[in-house]
């Protein structure tokens, strides 16, 4: 047995209140109604506690998948492969998001998917996006705050006032790093597409690697550097452009 390989029971894989790291070897297949011939693997959702959920689908040679989104948005990223969602012709490193309420079609002869489902918050004089759908290789890469070894590609675009979900594809270079440690209101799911480095979650410290998935809950404490020799890419969503509302103290205010 390799000195790299887990002893039988365990795995990177981690759960905690504020933040969770799932590794591919923790992955359980389900199935979903309106889909067939896929394999659905929840991998974050309200059930520990998030906002968001994030499911990789993986598609078999003739499968397909209907449905609405209801008062979710949805987000489908292509992993690998091929499908067409509404009739839109996507392959890897494609996107497309669906507001509320809009029905869905997916066509496959192979394909994994990731797709990442929020409930939308609508905004008083704001109306809400249409169906678009985009290629992330031609998405211009921004340096993160000055950093040229750091570069963020925004999917979905946040000066939309009607969007209050972004995703975006963060690149670093080798030995690259987040520029402090950042506590924010914001959540995060993410999947490491490719390379790997070493996360700071709360006051934990894990490797990372292609295909790992991560739930930071708002405020958690967060920090990365990538490891090389190559590049290390993730995607990565967050909520943006809502107020937070306050809660009563008093339960009879």
Not at 21 to 39: A, C, K
Not at 134 to 156: C, M, N, Q, Y
Not at 222 to 251: D, M
Request: hydrophobic residues 40%; aromatic residues 10%; contains cysteine.
């Amino acid at each position: 047995m390799s000195q790299f390989q887990p002893l039988p029971g365990g795995s990177r894989t981690v759960i905690r209140n504020r933040y969770a790291l799932i590794g591919p070897d923790s992955h359980v297949p389900s199935v979903l109604p309106g889909w067939t011939q896929t394999t659905a693997h929840i991998l974050i959702s309200p059930a520990m506690g998030a906002g968001l959920v994030q499911t990789l689908l993986v598609l078999g040679d003739k499968a397909s998948g209907t449905g609405n989104t209801g008062e979710e948005q949805h987000f489908h990223f292509v992993l690998e492969g091929s499908c067409k969602l509404n009739g839109k012709n996507l392959t890897a490193g494609h996107y497309g998001w669906l507001p509320p309420g809009t029905k869905f079609d997916v066509q496959s002869s192979g394909a994994k998917i990731m797709r990442f489902a929020k409930r939308y918050e609508p905004l008083a004089g704001t109306k809400v996006p249409a169906v678009f759908f985009g290629d992330s290789a031609k998405v211009a890469e921004t340096p993160f705050l000055g950093d040229p070894h750091a570069r963020l590609r925004g999917l979905i675009p946040e000066t939309d006032l009607g969007h209050d979900f972004a995703v975006n594809i963060f690149t670093f270079d080798p030995g690259a790093t987040l520029p402090f440690v950042e506590i924010h209101i914001m959540e995060h799911g993410l999947l490491v597409l490719e390379g790997g480095g070493i996360y700071r979650l709360n006051d934990d410290w894990h490797p990372v690697a292609q295909g790992d998935v991560i739930w930071m809950a708002p405020y958690c404490p967060q920090w990365f550097i990538a490891k090389g020799p190559g590049p290390t890419r993730y995607l990565y969503s967050k909520n943006v452009n809502r107020e937070p509302r306050a809660l009563s103290l008093n339960p009879q205010g």
